[in-house]
Structure formats: C-alpha cells, structure tokens
C-alpha cells in the first residue's frame, strides 16, 4: 500500500478459514525488515547504473541539501500520485460506491493506504495495484534513469521496495480464480478472499 507504505496491505499469517472463506497475512516485523533491506539494495543498484549513463556526476553541499529535500518531496508526491489511482481504480475499475472509500494514515506504522468496504473481484484488485504501481513507480524510475537524478531515482527506490508486501500478497491472490470475491482489512495486514460469493458487475 516512499516507501509507498499505502500499499503495504499485506501482513501475513496465513490461514484457511473454512472451504470457501480464505485469510491471506503477512508477518508485520518481517515484511518492514524485507522491505528496508530491498530498498538499500535498489538504492545501491539504481546509483550503480544511474553512474554508469551519466558519469559526470559532481558533489557539493548545497547539491547535497538540495538532494535532500527534492528526495522527501518526490517521495511523498509517489505516494500521493499512488494514492489517487488507487481511489480512481476502485471506483470506476471495481465500481465501488464513493462512499465505502477512504484514505487512511498510521504514522505510528508508517502506512499510507486507500481502501473500501466493499467487497472486490479479484482480478480487478490486482489489476488496480499494477496499473498504480507501474504509473508511480516504474515510470517515475525511467525518468530517473534518462535524466540523471539521483533524488528521484533513490524516491523510486523506496517506493518500489515499499511494494513488497504487495507483490508477495499478489501471488497468494493469484492461486484464486479473478472472479472470486476478497475483503482487503489494511488496519489488520489481512485479506479475506471469498470463494462462495458473487459479485454483480
């Protein structure tokens, strides 16, 4: 759900709640350690070749602060940008009513996320993180490369690392047909997916 945390969703424990009711969770502590680790390692490696096209690179105090600041701004705009997406797939990809949408902050988690109350098709869910995640993290990245900016390439990063637990929580929802129903509970990092249910377009 900058890390983008919005769409660190996805806690998980795991367990079959009955035949047709399944959870899907993720371990909270293990998912933010993962995720720190990923982003030092996109972080490395995005400089690594962001070097490699533009060798010229030059350091300075003022360029160094400056960094700074452009890099908390871009991060906050990925996840803003995200966070929008978000709202317009649910509604208009999975056609769930504005009012069962909100936006919801935890500073003490440092998440960020967007959710309904409503119950979802599956594949539409999927589909509404991938097309969020590609418009504000892999393109933001390309742009990164071909203009040579370190702040944004380092925002980019974190962003794409911040999407771990989803990915993650998106191979468990693949293994379910894309018409099955699911719940998405963010405050609780836990996914209800409804094999029994049907969903009227």
Do not use: W
Request: net charge positive; hydrophobic share 50%.
């Amino acid at each position: 759900m900058i890390p983008n945390f919005h769409d660190y969703i996805f806690m998980i424990r795991g367990e079959e709640m009955s035949n047709n009711i399944h959870t899907i969770s993720f371990n909270e502590r293990k998912i933010m350690k993962q995720t720190v680790i990923l982003t030092i390692i996109l972080s490395i490696l995005f400089v690594s070749i962001n070097y490699i096209l533009h060798p010229e690179f030059t350091f300075n105090v003022i360029r160094f602060l400056l960094g700074i600041l452009i890099f908390i701004g871009v991060s906050f705009l990925l996840v803003v940008i995200n966070e929008i997406l978000n709202l317009l797939g649910y509604k208009y990809r999975c056609k769930v009513p504005r009012e069962t949408l909100s936006l919801a902050i935890h500073l003490e988690k440092g998440l960020i996320y967007t959710t309904t109350t409503e119950k979802i098709r599956n594949g539409h869910y999927q589909s509404v993180f991938l097309t969020s995640f590609m418009i504000a993290g892999i393109i933001p990245l390309a742009f990164a490369f071909a203009f040579g900016s370190y702040p944004l390439l380092l925002a980019s990063a974190s962003f794409i690392a911040g999407g771990l637990a989803n990915f993650k929580g998106l191979l468990k929802l693949r293994k379910f047909p894309d018409n099955a129903l699911i719940k998405d509970l963010p405050e609780q990092f836990t996914v209800h997916v409804y094999l029994d249910e049907k969903k009227e377009s």
